[in-house]
């Protein structure tokens, strides 16, 4: 373990103003907002599901703003490194030539104060995809600008499984520094040298924790390891092999017949990162390619130009999510495309449950070997 | 409880259906599940958490579940409402579904309950006050007992609607700009939607290209305005686009003011009776078009 400090509420808040003052970006839970109109509650979808929805991670100006607790975020920490939709050049017409202008590729430093370990583990697994034949570097320029500093989370609810995928509710993988949250603030760890230069560079604003506070910590981190365990787990080893070895199997078909392919599991999920490249006219002689999010989901997603679709049905798109996330990425890349953060188990309004699923399979495959 | 499972089962039993649609009780609360063996028909349940409106799945778009067969569906006096506009715009044929209809009290908003919450203002889903179905007419079979009209939600679609058209333009430019900022274009709404039929939407089109893909203000509007609007005067108000939207966007109180719009102008009001035309589907002499100057 590193060196651990504590900064304390105030001391956040001041950081937060250096940080904001300095041009830096920082990004974090917040409460999800926007323009009230008197009388008209916003209603959002899922009020009933208590944090999860009324969250959102954004840019903030002031450390008010953070919501450094429970609670998870609508969307994921992706929308930071592959934006819903994204510019990659423009064009104008100039007479019979065409002048094509690039977009920056370098970014603005960005500060990430309190992600959910599990939206920050998936950076690091989407870097290897973004990094096999062709160098994102629009990706890669993101990576590179942003510090990150996770948020030990304290496990939402029935739903988590990241320990069953190679996670853990105080990881610190692909993030540069750890948050615990303790009594008046936040232990604070390094992991990499980006998250050491960023504390050396605030040192005044961190302090040698108060008596108990580490010990405080600990109790919390393993609590929420506990908690999390309790849900459920399955074995992602077992599950690759059997997911591989039964691409014909009924049991696809008693998934994908309840699923709608509104792709919503796609856009929540924080290791999802396909995309669709358009070109749109901006008026007339000029306009932009760019990338936007797409979903393995709709038909459109494989619809070949002849009019034929391998992925004829919704039985075979959804086999597609399992197999890409518990298959084809750990033989790819060795690393499961999931983090188990539940989204898609929360969003999905047809009750469609990833972790039954996965727990399912587990079985099927046990039974196989015996 | 029991009628429905006996019939189900009666149903599988003598091959009337291949498949049952209906709701189970699992680890999610109340989802939709599909039936195929009559020992199986025990799992099914309609209780308050049946918020899903069933009738997507006869949508034709659904060719994994129309290759199923003949099918059952359990269906709400909403959802009946969905099936009729599905035959009123000749996308089923009735021959294709037997439909079991139960008698409904109101639903929750959240189906994600391990056992059926009671229905009161703060439980109740906003759009079952007020309701005109709650015993749906379409069906083969009718369940259950009547049950006491659903209570007035904490803020009722309504109210939210007047709120609106309280504030000024430049306030509802800038609070719809900013809900459909959130969009992230998965066509969530539009995929669930039981009558978003068309094999190929107008959004899936690059030449030309109708409505950008990419989620800017421009493009976001684009979609969302034409999604309503295309929906206007057949959306049965089930609300199934505003719950499964992951973005959290009011979806309801543009499918509701349109739905006002269209009763106000056209004195037609969705039903569950196939036989009455949709303004959209019928020209009459005597409609509104004191716009034509």
């Given at each position: 373990?590193?060196?651990?400090?504590?900064?304390?509420?105030?001391?956040?808040?001041?950081?937060?103003?250096?940080?904001?003052?300095?041009?830096?970006?920082?990004?974090?839970?917040?409460?999800?907002?926007?323009?009230?109109?008197?009388?008209?509650?916003?209603?959002?979808?899922?009020?009933?599901?208590?944090?999860?929805?009324?969250?959102?991670?954004?840019?903030?100006?002031?450390?008010?703003?953070?919501?450094?607790?429970?609670?998870?975020?609508?969307?994921?920490?992706?929308?930071?490194?592959?934006?819903?939709n994204?510019?990659?050049?423009?064009?104008?017409?100039?007479?019979?030539?065409?002048?094509?202008?690039?977009?920056?590729?370098?970014?603005?430093?960005?500060?990430?104060?309190?992600?959910?370990?599990?939206?920050?583990?998936?950076?690091?697994?989407?870097?290897?995809?973004?990094?096999?034949?062709?160098?994102?570097?629009?990706?890669?320029?993101?990576?590179?600008?942003?510090?990150?500093?996770?948020?030990?989370?304290?496990?939402?609810?029935?739903?988590?499984?990241?320990?069953?995928?190679?996670?853990?509710?105080?990881?610190?993988?692909?993030?540069?520094?750890?948050?615990?949250?303790?009594?008046?603030?936040?232990?604070?760890?390094?992991?990499?040298?980006?998250?050491?230069?960023?504390?050396?560079?605030?040192?005044?604003?961190?302090?040698?924790?108060?008596?108990?506070?580490?010990?405080?910590?600990?109790?919390?981190?393993?609590?929420?390891?506990?908690?999390?365990?309790e849900?459920?787990?399955?074995?992602?080893?077992?599950?690759?092999?059997?997911?591989?070895?039964?691409?014909?199997?009924?049991?696809?078909?008693?998934?994908?017949?309840?699923?709608?392919?509104?792709g919503?599991?796609?856009?929540?999920?924080?290791?999802?990162?396909?995309?669709?490249?358009?070109?749109?006219?901006?008026?007339?002689?000029?306009?932009?390619?760019?990338?936007?999010?797409?979903?393995?989901?709709?038909?459109?997603?494989?619809?070949?130009?002849?009019?034929?679709?391998p992925?004829?049905?919704?039985?075979?798109?959804?086999?597609?999510?399992?197999?890409?996330?518990?298959?084809?990425?750990?033989?790819?890349?060795?690393?499961?495309?999931?983090?188990?953060?539940?989204?898609?188990?929360?969003?999905?309004?047809?009750?469609?449950?990833?972790?039954?699923?996965?727990?399912?399979?587990?079985?099927?495959?046990?039974?196989d070997?015996? | 409880?029991?009628?429905?499972?006996?019939?189900?089962r009666?149903?599988?039993?003598?091959?009337?259906?291949?498949?049952?649609?209906?709701?189970?009780?699992?680890?999610?609360?109340?989802?939709?599940?599909?039936?195929?063996?009559?020992?199986?028909?025990?799992?099914?349940?309609?209780?308050?958490?049946?918020?899903h409106?069933?009738?997507?799945?006869?949508?034709?778009?659904?060719?994994?579940?129309?290759?199923?067969?003949k099918?059952?569906?359990?269906?709400?006096?909403?959802?009946?409402?969905?099936?009729?506009?599905?035959?009123?715009?000749?996308?089923?044929?009735?021959?294709?579904?037997?439909?079991?209809?139960?008698?409904c009290g109101?639903?929750?908003?959240?189906?994600?309950?391990?056992?059926?919450?009671?229905?009161?203002?703060?439980?109740?889903?906003?759009?079952?006050?007020?309701?005109?179905?709650?015993?749906?007419?379409?069906?083969?079979?009718?369940?259950?007992?009547?049950?006491?009209?659903?209570?007035?939600?904490?803020?009722?679609?309504?109210k939210?609607?007047?709120?609106?058209?309280?504030?000024?333009p430049?306030?509802?430019?800038?609070?719809?700009?900013?809900?459909?900022?959130?969009?992230?274009?998965?066509?969530?709404?539009?995929?669930?939607?039981?009558?978003?039929?068309?094999?190929?939407?107008?959004?899936?089109?690059?030449?030309?290209?109708?409505?950008?893909?990419?989620?800017?203000?421009?493009?976001?509007?684009s979609?969302?305005?034409?999604?309503?609007?295309?929906?206007?005067?057949?959306?049965?108000?089930?609300?199934?686009?505003?719950?499964?939207?992951?973005?959290?966007?009011?979806?309801?109180?543009?499918?509701?003011?349109?739905?006002?719009?269209?009763?106000?102008?056209?004195?037609?009001?969705?039903?569950?009776?196939?036989?009455?035309?949709?303004?959209?589907?019928?020209?009459?002499?005597?409609?509104?078009?004191?716009?034509?100057?």
């Amino acid at each position: 373990m590193t060196d651990v400090l504590f900064l304390s509420r105030e001391q956040l808040a001041a950081l937060v103003a250096d940080l904001v003052a300095a041009d830096t970006i920082v990004i974090g839970p917040a409460r999800a907002g926007g323009p009230a109109i008197p009388g008209l509650e916003d209603r959002q979808q899922g009020v009933a599901k208590g944090a999860f929805g009324t969250l959102e991670y954004r840019e903030v100006r002031s450390a008010d703003e953070l919501e450094l607790g429970p609670g998870m975020p609508r969307l994921s920490l992706k929308q930071f490194f592959l934006p819903q939709n994204e510019k990659l050049f423009s064009w104008q017409q100039k007479g019979i030539a065409v002048e094509v202008q690039a977009v920056p590729t370098a970014f603005a430093p960005r500060v990430i104060l309190g992600g959910k370990p599990c939206d920050v583990a998936a950076l690091g697994i989407v870097d290897k995809v973004m990094n096999w034949d062709y160098q994102d570097e629009l990706w890669n320029a993101r990576r590179a600008a942003t510090t990150i500093f996770a948020l030990s989370c304290g496990v939402e609810d029935q739903h988590c499984f990241c320990t069953s995928v190679g996670v853990a509710p105080d990881s610190t993988k692909s993030a540069d520094g750890l948050f615990t949250a303790v009594d008046g603030g936040f232990l604070v760890e390094t992991t990499t040298d980006l998250g050491r230069e960023f504390v050396d560079k605030h040192r005044a604003r961190f302090a040698e924790p108060p008596g108990g506070a580490v010990e405080a910590g600990t109790a919390f981190r393993a609590a929420a390891l506990a908690k999390v365990r309790e849900n459920f787990s399955f074995n992602t080893e077992r599950v690759h092999d059997w997911v591989e070895n039964h691409f014909e199997d009924p049991f696809w078909a008693t998934l994908g017949v309840r699923c709608n392919g509104c792709g919503a599991c796609t856009m929540v999920c924080p290791t999802c990162h396909c995309f669709d490249i358009v070109d749109e006219e901006e008026g007339v002689g000029c306009g932009s390619r760019r990338r936007c999010w797409d979903t393995c989901q709709a038909s459109k997603f494989t619809a070949h130009a002849s009019g034929h679709n391998p992925r004829g049905d919704q039985i075979a798109r959804y086999r597609q999510r399992v197999n890409h996330k518990f298959a084809i990425y750990p033989t790819k890349f060795g690393e499961v495309l999931c983090t188990g953060c539940g989204r898609c188990v929360r969003t999905c309004q047809m009750g469609q449950n990833i972790g039954e699923i996965l727990v399912a399979i587990d079985e099927y495959a046990q039974k196989d070997t015996q | 409880m029991k009628e429905l499972r006996d019939l189900a089962r009666q149903l599988l039993t003598d091959g009337t259906v291949e498949v049952v649609v209906g709701w189970q009780s699992s680890a999610r609360g109340a989802r939709p599940i599909f039936v195929d063996k009559p020992e199986e028909a025990d799992l099914l349940i309609f209780d308050t958490r049946c918020v899903h409106n069933l009738a997507t799945y006869l949508n034709p778009r659904r060719k994994q579940v129309t290759d199923l067969g003949k099918l059952a569906l359990v269906v709400k006096g909403c959802d009946a409402k969905a099936v009729a506009g599905l035959l009123r715009e000749a996308q089923l044929t009735r021959d294709r579904v037997v439909l079991i209809g139960v008698r409904c009290g109101g639903v929750v908003e959240e189906f994600d309950a391990p056992v059926p919450p009671e229905i009161s203002a703060e439980t109740i889903m906003p759009r079952c006050y007020g309701c005109d179905n709650r015993e749906p007419h379409l069906v083969d079979h009718l369940l259950g007992d009547a049950l006491p009209e659903p209570p007035a939600p904490l803020l009722s679609i309504e109210k939210r609607i007047e709120a609106l058209e309280a504030a000024t333009p430049e306030q509802r430019w800038e609070y719809w700009t900013a809900q459909f900022a959130k969009c992230v274009r998965c066509y969530a709404c539009r995929q669930v939607c039981p009558l978003c039929v068309c094999e190929r939407c107008v959004a899936d089109k690059s030449q030309p290209q109708w409505i950008e893909t990419a989620s800017h203000t421009r493009g976001n509007l684009s979609w969302n305005v034409t999604r309503a609007l295309h929906l206007a005067g057949r959306c049965v108000g089930c609300g199934e686009c505003e719950r499964f939207c992951p973005a959290g966007i009011p979806l309801t109180l543009l499918n509701r003011k349109l739905q006002q719009v269209v009763e106000e102008r056209y004195e037609y009001r969705v039903s569950d009776d196939p036989e009455v035309a949709a303004p959209i589907g019928e020209f009459r002499l005597d409609d509104q078009q004191e716009f034509i100057k």
